[in-house]
C-alpha cells in the first residue's frame, strides 16, 4: 500500500540554520505530495504543495521539489525562526484516491 | 471564510463511557474525512463520505465506532464503549467534491480525547 517515510525527530537546529526535513514515499504511479505543519495545540495546517514530478511547492520560506526518481520530497528552508518550531508531516495522495496518507511526523525545534 | 470547526475540543471521560464528535465541514466542501491520531505519529483516516455516503470505512472499528453524515453536511463520529487505547487526536476535514490529485484537504483543529 501507499506510505511516506520521515526522518525522525526532533530537529533541534538554532535560528538562522538551514533546515531539511527528509521525506521519501511508496505509491502506484504518480501520486501528489504535500507537506503540513502542526504547531502546538493547533489543528493541521497546509504548508505547501506539489502535484507532478520536478514541481517545486514554496510557501514561507519553504521550499520542497517533487522528484520522481528518487521517489522524495524534502522540506528545506534556508533560514528558520524560533516561530517554525512545530511538527511537520509529509503525506501523499494517491492518483486513484482522495485521501491522505502521512508520515509519523519530524518535531522541529529551534532556539534563539 | 470559515474553516472546519469542531467540538468539542477537549473531553476526559472514564473507560467504558461514550462519546461524540461533532464536526462542520467548510462550505460547499461534499468530502468529509475523520482521522485518528495517536500520540507522536501521524494522522490515519478513520473514514470518508462523499455527501452523506460513507466511501471508505475500511479502518474504522466498527464494534464501537459509529459515524454519520446526515443531509451531507455536519458530521458526528461516536465512541461506545470507549478504551483507554481510544486516547487520541480526533481530527475532521474536508475537500471539495473532484476527488483529483492535489485536492487540498483542510483540516479542523481537532477534538483531543483523554480516556481514564
Not at chain 1, 18 to 40: E, K, M
Not at chain 2, 45 to 51: A, D, K
Not at chain 2, 83 to 109: K, M, Q, R, W
Request: charged fraction near 20%; hydrophobic fraction near 35%; aromatic fraction near 12%.
Amino acid at each position: 500500500g501507499d506510505s511516506v517515510t520521515q526522518m525522525e525527530g526532533p530537529v533541534t537546529l538554532s535560528e538562522e540554520a538551514f533546515l531539511t526535513i527528509n521525506c521519501t514515499y511508496t505509491a502506484t504511479g504518480y501520486p501528489s505530495l504535500f507537506w503540513y505543519v502542526q504547531y502546538p495545540g493547533e489543528g493541521l495546517q497546509l504548508l505547501l504543495k506539489a502535484t507532478k514530478a520536478d514541481d517545486k511547492g514554496s510557501n514561507k520560506g519553504f521550499e520542497a521539489t517533487y522528484r520522481k526518481e528518487t521517489t522524495s520530497f524534502h522540506l528545506e528552508k534556508g533560514s528558520v525562526q524560533v516561530s517554525d518550531s512545530a511538527v511537520y508531516f509529509c503525506a501523499l495522495s494517491a492518483v486513484y484516491g482522495n485521501k491522505l496518507v502521512f508520515g509519523a511526523g519530524t518535531i522541529l525545534r529551534v532556539k534563539s | 471564510e470559515a474553516g472546519v470547526v469542531q467540538s468539542p475540543r477537549y473531553k476526559i471521560i472514564e473507560k467504558k463511557q461514550p462519546v461524540a464528535f461533532w464536526c462542520n465541514p467548510i462550505s460547499g466542501h461534499n468530502t468529509l474525512y475523520w482521522y485518528r491520531q495517536n500520540l507522536g505519529q501521524g494522522p490515519e483516516l478513520l473514514i470518508r463520505y462523499e455527501n452523506e455516503e460513507a466511501v471508505d470505512d475500511s479502518q474504522l472499528p466498527k464494534d464501537r465506532f459509529s459515524a454519520e453524515r446526515l443531509k451531507g453536511v455536519d458530521s458526528t463520529l461516536k465512541i461506545q464503549p470507549a478504551e483507554l487505547g481510544d486516547s487520541a487526536v480526533y481530527l475532521c476535514a474536508s475537500s471539495l467534491e473532484v476527488p483529483s490529485s492535489g485536492n487540498t484537504i483542510y483540516f479542523g483543529e481537532g477534538s483531543w480525547l483523554t480516556v481514564v
